[in-house]
C-alpha cells in the first residue's frame, strides 16, 4: 500500500487526533476539504523514501530537467519530460542534493544506521476496535522498535524536547504502539531519529520514555472519546461545546513583566 492510499483509506491515524484536538469542526472541515502537497511534506516523504525504500525511490520521485521554460526549446523539453513523469512526484535537484547528503549523514551515524536497517519500512496497520477502525503507518519496524525519522530545525536535546511536545510526538508514539499491540505485534519501543535540515544536519536519537507515553495516552483517548461522541452525535462543534462568552485577559507573562517588577 502506497502512502497516498493509506491516507484515503478508513481510519483514525494520528494527523486525525491533531484536528479533532484542535477542535472537532477542524476535523471535519479538513476531512470534507481537498488535501495540499505542501513543499515541506513533499521533501519529507522523499527523504523517507530515498533513506528508508532506497530501491523504490525513482519510481515514485523525479527531478526536473535545468531548461529554459521562457524558450521554446525549454517548454518542449519540459513538456516532454511531464509527459515521461505521470504518476511522480517532482522535487527540485537542489532538494535531492540535500536529502542525499541527509541520508549520508543517516548512514555514518552508528546508532541511527543500525536502527534503519534489516528492518520493514512504510508499512501500514489497521485494527477495528468494534466502533472505529484505529490505523498507523510507522517509518520503520526493527525487532520490538518502532523507529521514526523526523525531520527538525535543531536535534539539540533542549530543542527537539519542545519540538516534540509542541507537535505532539507523545500522541504519535502511544497511538503507534497501541495499534501494534492491538494486532497482537510484540513492540513495545518507540524511538525517535531527528535529523537536522541544513548542514552539517546534526543527529539526535530520542527513546520515549514512560512519562512520555503516558501523556500520549491521556491527550490520545481523550481526543478519540471525542471523535467517538462527535461521530455518534453528529455534531462537529468548534472550540466551544456550549457555546460561551470568554474574558479576554493578559497572558500570564504579560502579567509577570508588566506587574512583578
Known amino acids: 500500500m502506497t502512502n497516498k492510499e493509506y491516507h484515503n483509506t478508513e481510519g483514525v491515524s494520528k494527523s486525525d487526533l491533531d484536528l479533532i484536538h484542535k477542535s472537532p469542526l477542524h476535523y471535519i472541515a479538513a476531512k470534507s476539504s481537498p488535501s495540499t502537497q505542501t513543499e515541506s511534506l513533499l521533501?519529507?516523504?522523499?527523504?523517507?523514501?530515498?533513506?528508508?525504500e532506497n530501491n523504490e525511490f525513482s519510481?515514485?520521485?523525479t527531478t526536473a530537467p535545468l531548461c529554459d521554460r521562457r524558450t521554446k526549446e525549454g517548454k518542449a523539453i519540459y513538456a516532454d519530460f511531464l509527459e515521461k513523469s505521470v504518476g511522480k512526484e517532482v522535487i527540485t535537484s537542489e532538494h535531492l542534493e540535500k536529502i542525499q547528503l541527509m541520508a549520508e549523514a543517516i548512514h555514518k551515524h552508528p546508532i541511527a544506521s543500525k536502527l534503519l536497517t534489516d528492518g520493514q519500512a512504510e508499512q501500514s496497520y489497521f485494527y477495528d476496535d468494534g466502533e472505529t477502525v484505529l490505523k498507523c503507518r510507522p517509518d520503520y519496524i526493527k525487532g520490538r522498535y518502532c523507529i521514526d525519522l523526523k525531520t527538525t530545525q535543531s536535534a539539540k536535546p533542549e530543542d527537539f524536547i519542545k519540538s516534540a511536545y509542541k507537535y505532539r510526538y507523545h500522541v504519535q508514539a502511544y497511538w503507534y504502539l497501541k495499534v501494534l499491540k492491538a494486532l497482537g505485534k510484540d513492540i513495545d519501543n518507540f524511538i525517535f531519529v531527528a535529523v537536522e535540515k541544513e548542514p552539517p544536519?546534526?543527529?539526535c536519537v530520542y527513546f520515549a520514555s514512560e512519562e512520555f507515553l503516558r501523556l500520549g495516552e491521556i491527550e490520545a483517548e481523550?481526543?478519540?472519546?471525542?471523535?467517538k461522541k462527535c461521530c455518534k452525535s453528529g455534531i462537529w462543534y468548534g472550540y466551544d461545546e456550549v457555546p460561551e462568552v470568554h474574558s479576554l485577559d493578559l497572558p500570564q507573562w504579560v502579567r509577570k513583566e508588566v506587574y512583578d517588577e
Open 43 to 52: 521533501f519529507g516523504s522523499a527523504l523517507h523514501k530515498f533513506v528508508l
Open 59 to 61: 519510481s515514485e520521485f
Open 201 to 203: 544536519y546534526a543527529i
Open 222 to 227: 481523550a481526543d478519540l472519546n471525542e471523535y
